[in-house]
């Protein structure tokens, strides 16, 4: 979940995509500041429970987490709302600590569970596994066992403004030329054609996957370094020096602002952001998936979102499995309010999807048959380290110059090594 209201002092503290490396070169814990709620309800019962949430930017959603918390009559739960774009750091070395969270929001992923940081929340999920999105499922599942509770689904794909296109008289693009063709047609002196974010972080999956690749195969090994995909890189080289991409906007890719303001026609962003740019453009927006990057090859959407786990260094391991399971399994009147009262996500919980209103007609119902015909999930596999190796892809072929299969094999090297680690 991105912010979905308006800009403000909270869209600069959400990375969707996440960056800096493995769990061991990750700093030491800074302070939270004092974001911290402590909820009473459960205070005379003597047993405390601490969660981990990174700020989310929209309006309300701090209140909305303490409120839930609060309702939770075994403990008194505590939130650390930590602000900043370094969440993943913070957590990670919180989990080195001897003052680890009991709980904590974050991705599914394989180095946790191979470092023994999470416990597995099987007997929490069983009665309910089939209400979920298979795709959740599959995507939480390491080992045989299923380590962590969906709480939103957050596709990403591109917006743009109706009205920009049709004055260039094109349609949204199909295939990645046309993309970089459109962003041509539609640059004036006060517009530029597109904005895939600053870092270009986030467009990084969906190159692969429109590419016709993937990140990794089913044996875990590369998958990503093709000839399309460098190909690929190449073209994204030449739109980056085109001066038909907005660089440098005041904020990165999640927050709608670029869009909104009017510095670009295109835009890259989440399905969060919707409301916000529906107040703000009305009718005069449209949203498609990364178009296809190579011939037969489908468009790709990433279906990011957040889950809730439970560290293996919980104070009361039972207790904090029983708080996830009430707030993320049992409350599913909390669950619809998290996904559909603070912007727009798709609820993890299939009975909750199919009834949510909001998401049944226009550009929502849109969102929801893109993230169903092109999603891609969490591969539990791609760690951090390998995350941020094809995000330095980026940095080193198209911000700067080295040659596609240069910086894709420097990419391998450190991907390589993680895969060594995590399989042999």
């Given at each position: ?79 650390q709302w930590i602000t900043g774009d370094n969440f993943e750091s913070k957590l990670f070395s919180a989990l080195l600590s001897s003052d680890a969270p009991d709980v904590f929001e974050f991705h599914p992923q394989i180095h946790m569970v191979r470092a ?100 990794l195969d089913a044996e875990n090994q590369i998958a990503y370094h093709t000839d399309q995909v460098a190909q690929n890189l190449g073209k994204l080289r030449t739109l980056f020096t085109s001066g038909d991409q907005l660089l440098d906007a005041p904020s ?103 009834s949510a209103e909001k998401l049944k007609s226009g550009l929502p119902a849109e969102g929801v048959r893109l993230f169903n015909e092109f999603g891609h999930f969490d591969n539990p596999a791609w760690t951090q380290a390998m995350i941020a190796a094809t ?34």
């Amino acid at each position: 979940m991105r912010a979905s209201g308006a800009a403000g002092s909270g869209w600069d503290r959400r990375r969707v995509l996440r960056a800096l490396g493995g769990v061991a070169a990750l700093g030491p814990l800074a302070a939270c500041g004092s974001n911290n709620g402590r909820s009473g309800s459960g205070g005379g019962s003597g047993n405390r429970l601490t969660q981990y949430f990174h700020a989310y930017g929209e309006a309300g959603t701090q209140d909305a987490i303490k409120r839930y918390a609060k309702g939770f009559g075994k403990a008194d739960v505590k939130t650390q709302w930590i602000t900043g774009d370094n969440f993943e750091s913070k957590l990670f070395s919180a989990l080195l600590s001897s003052d680890a969270p009991d709980v904590f929001e974050f991705h599914p992923q394989i180095h946790m569970v191979r470092a023994g940081q999470i416990l597995p929340l099987d007997d929490i999920v069983a009665p309910v596994k089939d209400d979920f999105n298979p795709a959740d499922i599959a995507s939480h599942t390491i080992d045989g066992k299923i380590w962590g509770v969906r709480m939103i689904d957050d596709p990403q794909f591109f917006f743009y403004r109706k009205s920009l296109l049709a004055k260039a008289g094109i349609a949204p693009p199909q295939t990645l030329d046309e993309l970089i063709e459109a962003a041509a047609k539609l640059t004036t002196d006060k517009v530029k054609g597109v904005f895939l974010g600053n870092k270009l972080h986030a467009i990084v999956r969906p190159l692969i996957w429109a590419s016709g690749a993937d990140c990794l195969d089913a044996e875990n090994q590369i998958a990503y370094h093709t000839d399309q995909v460098a190909q690929n890189l190449g073209k994204l080289r030449t739109l980056f020096t085109s001066g038909d991409q907005l660089l440098d906007a005041p904020s990165d890719f999640w927050d709608p602002s670029a869009l909104i303001q009017g510095l670009t026609a295109i835009q890259w962003c989440g399905m969060w952001a919707m409301p916000a740019m529906q107040k703000a453009l009305g009718d005069d927006l449209g949203v498609f998936p990364f178009p296809s990057a190579a011939p037969g090859a489908a468009p790709a959407v990433y279906n990011g979102g957040w889950s809730m786990f439970v560290s293996s260094k919980a104070k009361d391991k039972d207790l904090a499995k029983e708080y996830v399971k009430w707030l993320w399994i049992d409350q599913t009147q909390h669950q619809e309010d998290w996904a559909l009262g603070y912007g727009f996500h798709i609820p993890p919980r299939t009975s909750l999807a199919d009834s949510a209103e909001k998401l049944k007609s226009g550009l929502p119902a849109e969102g929801v048959r893109l993230f169903n015909e092109f999603g891609h999930f969490d591969n539990p596999a791609w760690t951090q380290a390998m995350i941020a190796a094809t995000e330095g892809v980026m940095a080193d072929c198209v911000r700067s110059d080295m040659a596609p299969e240069a910086a894709l094999d420097k990419a391998d090297k450190k991907i390589n090594d993680e895969l060594r680690k995590l399989f042999g």
